[in-house]
């Protein structure tokens, strides 16, 4: 079994920060990308930034210079940094992660359960 737990969701004022944990863990054999998604309410779920096995990353435009994401191979665990958050931040941030378990030929996507961000005005 394959689980991944986020954590550092809050509520904070607009300008200020937060840092957002997702950690893998259970039997697994290696992960290749990770990354951070959101979805408001009402909206699709989005990408907003990934990162690869080989720490390339990648970020959504509108969190460009504000946000950014790393990783702990050790660990299992990526993180995303979110500097001067914005009301329109708001959303439940979701962790992915692209991964072998002990036992698979091959790579599936896992997802967290969600932690949740709010920016107030």
């Known amino acids: 079994q394959v689980q991944l737990v986020e954590s550092g969701g809050d509520l904070v004022q607009a300008g200020g920060s937060l840092r957002l944990s997702c950690a893998a863990s259970g039997s697994i054999f290696s992960i290749n990308a990770m990354g951070w998604y959101r979805q408001a309410p009402g909206k699709q779920r989005d990408l907003v930034a990934a990162?690869?096995?080989?720490?390339?990353?990648t970020y959504v435009d509108s969190v460009k210079g504000r946000f950014t994401i790393s990783r702990d191979n050790a660990k299992n665990t990526v993180y995303l940094q979110m500097n001067s958050l914005k009301p329109e931040d708001t959303a439940v941030y979701y962790c992915?992660?692209?991964?072998?378990?002990?036992?698979?030929?091959?790579?599936?996507?896992?997802w967290g359960q969600g932690t949740q961000v709010t920016v107030s005005s």
């Open positions: 992915r992660a692209r991964l072998r378990g002990h036992g698979r030929s091959r790579e599936y996507d896992y």
């Open positions: 990162i690869s096995d080989g720490g390339i990353t």
